[in-house]
């Protein structure tokens, strides 16, 4: 299981190198574009095509070449095998013959986007695609409502408006979000911004609608009423100041009642 660049082809491990050059078979999402990627790094080796809608039948070519004795390496168009990507049916068929897999770690775009976000997320679900449909879209994302953890979604460039949209329709304007586009690409983008005002924010550039995206919603609000920027002001101030100067100057920033977030330092000294 090789993880691979997700754009910029010198983000791949040595490790990776390695295998992709001695391995008797690379089977790839898209023989193309891992074609691309070899030839940029000098390797010759055999592909195979292996993607959602061959995956059974690649699979069982690839169990064949591996109780000949060979070694096969799994790629993706991008990233990390298997993480919204095809290969979990060949891992499992693999596995269940008792042939070992191994995963050779590397690029991954929602952490990516995690490690880029500014957001406090100690806490983050990876859901990956939202269903196409809004009705479908809608059921989930309320489904994720109460959740006390960071949101992260991928998203195609045709359903960015329109999952955007349903994001700030269904969970609370207050949240933030991050919009991170075309990661390690040339037109590499990393937004964050109030939830409420994406939908603006996309439908004001078209150019901020192209790419491949990641999508991180913060977590629910907190019960003490502070607005998301209160409380992310209020913690980067506790980090550097003593618990009475830090609320002191929160207030004065934010606007927040002085109370409000004394009672939350408190609570975040707690924990």
């Not at 074609?35 to 095509?49: C, D, F, T, Y």
């Not at 959602?52 to 990390?80: F, I, K, P």
Request: charged fraction near 20%; proline fraction near 6%.
């Amino acid at each position: 299981m090789v993880a691979t660049p997700l754009g910029n082809l010198g983000d791949i491990t040595l490790r990776a190198l390695e295998v992709l050059r001695r391995v008797d078979c690379i089977a790839a999402e898209d023989t193309r574009h891992a074609r691309g990627l070899l030839q940029h790094h000098g390797i010759e080796a055999k592909l195979v095509s292996l993607h959602e809608h061959n995956e059974a039948q690649a699979a069982s070519g690839v169990l064949a070449r591996l109780r000949a004795g060979g070694n096969v390496a799994l790629v993706s168009d991008a990233g990390t095998p298997c993480i919204s990507d095809p290969g979990a049916k060949l891992v499992a068929l693999a596995q269940a013959e008792g042939f070992k897999v191994v995963p050779l770690p590397g690029a991954n775009a929602a952490i990516a986007a995690l490690s880029a976000s500014g957001l406090h997320a100690p806490h983050f679900l990876f859901h990956g695609f939202l269903p196409p449909k809004t009705a479908a879209r809608c059921q989930v994302i309320t489904g994720l409502k109460a959740l006390p953890c960071a949101l992260v979604f991928y998203e195609a460039p045709h359903r960015v408006v329109e999952a955007v949209a349903d994001l700030a329709q269904c969970l609370e304007a207050q949240r933030e979000i991050v919009i991170a586009r075309e990661l390690t690409k040339i037109f590499e983008s990393i937004v964050r911004l109030p939830l409420g005002e994406a939908p603006a924010w996309l439908a004001a550039d078209a150019n901020r609608q192209r790419g491949e995206f990641v999508l991180i919603v913060s977590a629910p609000p907190p019960q003490s009423g502070l607005t998301a920027a209160a409380e992310r002001t209020l913690r980067l101030l506790l980090a550097e100041l003593p618990l009475k100067q830090a609320v002191k100057l929160a207030a004065e920033i934010s606007g927040a009642p002085r109370n409000l977030l004394y009672e939350r330092a408190l609570e975040l000294g707690e924990e």
